[in-house]
């Protein structure tokens, strides 16, 4: 099946190039053509038949997600070699944004339009893609922890994600270190996207007309009120002529009896008074939730609930409990992973908690503790040999049980130094001085 893919993403190379030349237009130049292909397409067709190809025949063995998660990758790919098609016949375009039309359509359903592409990362792409190798590292890891043992098409599934970024750091590095290397010859390329792809967007319409000040003001009205104004202005020091005269019996400070009662004298405005706060909106209190939703027990907003139980569990089904406060949750049974947190969706247990505690009756391989602040563990003796990671917390302290059933507190580090040996940096944990 593996080989058969192969030939299927070679025979696609090998159309691409027929394309190639036999397109005259649309961004195609006289390389184009000639027939003749770039060496830098020729170098980026051996990475498309050699890891992307065996990343999309693995990916098609495992299905599922994985599958479609791959012929994606495989469309954004292909769209990436039209563009190096484009620019190796083609001089730069003067808006550097018009080759995103190549990846709109694949990049949009893998979620990374803003990304653009990993050659137009300018004005160095190869570090960028090595970045985003790193970040994706986090999950390739637990794919070979989970399945190193169990399932070896995973790990060689790892194996040919990984090679397709190295190898493209390595194609990047020799082709286009400083960004996309387009043509020194040939017409500048058009902002059409290619066979498939979506279309430009449209450009934007006329400013609106200029607005008529005499329409908007009324027409002759507006012009008369204008003339009269600036014939107003000038009469000069005649203009006060119009003015209504004042008598004594109506100005305050000639006129004792106005004084006393404030006179008639309108007000002026008002200072600013504080705008009165609006009363908070009381917050919004959910139902609480004890319940199996397909392989996950849900168990969210419980407030000052201290008899929750979960029993009749499977080893496949897991435990999310989020927005719980004050409450207690026992779980009979053996179960996959309990998971506490703040959000519906927390990664790993407990996350962004405050003064948790939790305890273990059975044994458990791995606890993992990030973001949260105060968290007590109850080990079991069956349970002594189990691994405690931790990350971005505090107040953290194991209770390890003793012969007499009575339980030895032991805070976990939070200070922590960290030398050079002349080869790799030593971390060891601290004691706080004083």
């Known amino acids: 099946m593996a080989e058969l893919v192969g030939l299927v993403q070679r025979l696609e190379v090998a159309v691409g190039r027929l394309e190639a030349m036999s397109s005259s237009g649309g961004g195609g130049g006289p390389a184009a053509a000639s027939g003749v292909v770039s060496v830098y397409v020729e170098a980026y067709d051996k990475l498309l038949s050699g890891p992307v190809a065996q990343y999309t025949a693995l990916s098609q063995k ?16 292909t769209c990436q070699r039209q563009l190096l098609v484009t620019a190796s016949s083609s001089q730069k375009p003067s808006d550097v944004s018009i080759p995103a039309a190549y990846y709109v359509g694949s990049c949009t359903k893998l979620q990374c339009t803003r990304n653009k592409s990993h050659n137009q990362c300018a004005p160095k792409p190869g570090p960028y893609v090595k970045d985003m190798q790193d970040a994706a590292m986090f999950y390739t890891n637990r794919v070979l922890k989970d399945y190193k043992e169990k399932d070896k098409m995973h790990v060689e599934w ?16 020799q ?17 059409g996207a290619p066979s498939g792809g979506a279309p430009a967007p449209p450009p934007p319409g006329p400013p609106p007309p200029p607005m008529d000040l005499d329409k908007s003001s009324g027409g002759d009205s ?27 019996d109506q100005k305050t ?79 009979k049974g053996k179960i996959n992973s ?86 790799k940096l030593v971390t060891t944990a601290t004691e706080i001085a004083g």
């Open 338 to 423: 309990i998971t506490l947190g703040m959000y519906a969706l927390p990664l790993v247990p407990p996350v962004d908690c405050s003064s948790v505690s939790f305890q273990v009756m059975g044994k458990v391989p791995t606890i993992s503790i990030n973001k949260t602040d105060g968290c007590h563990v109850y080990l079991s003796k069956d349970s002594l040999s189990c691994e405690i990671v931790s990350a971005k917390s505090s107040e953290m302290n194991v209770l390890v049980p003793n012969k007499d059933g009575e339980y030895t507190e032991i805070p976990v580090p939070e200070q922590f130094k960290t030398v050079w040996d002349g080869s």
């Open 253 to 331: 400070h000639k006129n004792p009896t106005l004084k006393a009662q404030g006179g008639p004298l309108l007000s002026g405005p008002k200072p600013f008074a504080a705008r009165p706060t609006a009363a908070a909106s009381p917050a919004r209190t959910l139902p609480p939730v004890l319940e199996l939703d397909g392989k996950k027990w849900k168990v969210e907003n419980q407030e000052g609930a201290h008899g929750l139980v979960i029993s009749d569990t499977e080893l496949k089904q897991v435990v999310y409990a989020f927005k719980c406060n004050n409450s207690t949750v026992q779980v």
């Open 158 to 173: 790892v194996n040919a994600y990984v090679s397709i970024w190295t190898e493209l750091q390595a194609y990047i590095k």
């Open 222 to 248: 507006g012009a008369t009120s204008r003339n009269a104004l600036f014939a107003s202005l000038n009469k000069g020091a005649d203009i006060t002529k119009g003015l209504k005269h004042v008598p004594d």
């Open 62 to 77: 495992i299905g599922g997600d994985v599958q479609k998660h791959a012929e994606l990758m495989k469309q954004a790919f």
């Open 175 to 191: 082709h286009h270190t400083t960004g996309l290397s387009w043509s020194k010859t040939g017409p500048v390329a058009s902002g």
